[in-house]
């Protein structure tokens, strides 16, 4: 069972940035793809980003290219997303997810951080 624990949610204003955070424990680290879904008021949950078990493969939804950027540290069993120049639409609850290697679709779900953008 892979439990995971996200942080570094807030409140900031438009154009700011934020890095959330997503402590994994309970698997070895290094065979997990990890991911960061949001989900928005009214709204169906959404892929946001993903990243390889290696790294090296980063994978980003549209509407956050250029602007949102996925890392992993395999010495810290942490991945995080370094938000930059926040909009409003970026609010959301934002969810770290994770899955095994060779799985299609994510098992594990962090408990969500809030994220709001002011205008």
């Known amino acids: 069972q892979v439990q995971l624990v996200e942080s570094g949610g807030g409140l900031v204003q438009a154009g700011g940035s934020l890095r959330l955070s997503c402590a994994a424990s309970?698997?070895?680290?290094?065979?997990?793809?990890m991911g960061w879904f949001r989900q928005a008021p009214g709204k169906e949950r959404e892929f946001v980003a993903g990243?390889?078990?290696?790294?090296?493969?980063?994978t980003y939804a549209d509407s956050v290219k250029g602007r949102f950027t996925v890392s992993r540290d395999g010495d810290k069993n942490t991945v995080y997303l370094q938000m930059n120049s926040l909009k409003p639409e970026d609010t959301a609850v934002y969810y770290c997810?994770?899955?095994?290697?060779?799985?299609?679709?994510?098992?594990?779900w962090g408990q969500g951080t809030q994220v709001t953008v002011s205008s």
């Open positions: 997810a994770a899955r095994d290697r060779q799985e299609t679709t994510y098992d594990y």
């Open positions: 309970g698997r070895t680290f290094s065979v997990l793809v």
């Open positions: 990243i390889s078990t290696s790294g090296l493969s980063k």
